[in-house]
């Protein structure tokens, strides 16, 4: 079984700048988490999705953050512009179902900001 | 709101001797579940150990086993005969057994000790 796909694996950008990280969740999993990881501190949620709706987005800052998943498969994660506080390991997960444990996570992407 | 401390930013342990991990956590719910999750140098989260509320009985997996004291709301994870591979940032973890209708799985993370593990 292939596991999360997530890339790039590292980023750095000036702030103000735009990027954009990608998630590929394991084959059939309907539910997809991304979760922000700043250095030193455990993981927050920032978006879960539902097949291609979305379930939580309550900690997600959108003023800058978008998040979508249009098919239910894969999913982008955007910042634009990015604040060097933004500087932080990006985790996607996904589950087979809303409540269903473990969740099985990516690599991450790591980005700096500058 | 659930929080989640981790108290040891940082563990040293011997290869082959046994450490303790601790975590304590904050909630009004009496169902609730509380994890364990490993994560090496590659950052991938990895599940190490699950605990559900509602068991009395300590969870195991292998050289892995925690101490979940409901009461105290304490959850140690104890990892015997360490090995070099068991070196990460470990991750104590909380998450509502009933957390309504759109919360599915949202985990509430401490923030992380280093277990360092001497040859």
């Known amino acids: 079984e292939a596991g999360v796909a997530q890339s790039p694996r590292y980023k750095i950008i000036e702030k103000r700048q735009s990027v954009a990280f990608w998630c590929n969740p394991i084959?059939?999993?309907?539910?997809l988490y991304w979760y922000q990881q700043i250095l030193g501190q455990g993981p927050k949620l920032l978006i879960q999705?539902?097949?291609?709706?979305?379930?939580?987005d309550s900690q997600l800052p959108k003023d800058r953050f978008s998040a979508e998943r249009l098919k239910g498969v894969d999913s982008t994660l955007k910042i634009q512009p990015a604040k060097l506080e933004d500087s932080a390991v990006y985790l996607c997960?996904?589950?087979?179902?809303?409540?269903?444990?473990?969740?099985?996570f990516g690599n991450g992407t790591r980005l700096t900001v500058t | 709101a659930q929080t989640v401390t981790q108290s040891q930013p940082e563990m040293s342990v011997q290869e082959a001797e046994t450490v303790t991990l601790s975590c304590t956590y904050d909630t009004s719910e009496s169902d609730y579940y509380l994890f364990w999750y490993k994560q090496p140098p590659s950052r991938q989260m990895i599940l190490v150990i699950r605990q559900e509320a509602y068991k009395q009985q300590n969870a195991t997996e292998n050289r892995f086993s925690v101490n979940f004291q409901k009461a105290a709301k304490s959850f140690s994870l104890k990892i015997s005969d360490s090995q070099l591979g068991d070196a990460a940032m470990y991750f104590c973890?909380?998450?509502?057994?009933?957390?309504?209708?759109?919360?599915?799985?949202?985990?509430?993370f401490g923030g992380g000790t280093r277990l360092m593990v001497k040859p």
């Open positions: 999705f539902q097949n291609n709706g979305v379930v939580d």
């Open positions: 973890a909380y998450r509502s057994a009933f957390p309504g209708l759109n919360a599915g799985n949202m985990l509430t």
């Open positions: 084959s059939g999993h309907a539910t």
């Open positions: 997960a996904s589950s087979p179902a809303l409540s269903t444990h473990p969740l099985h």
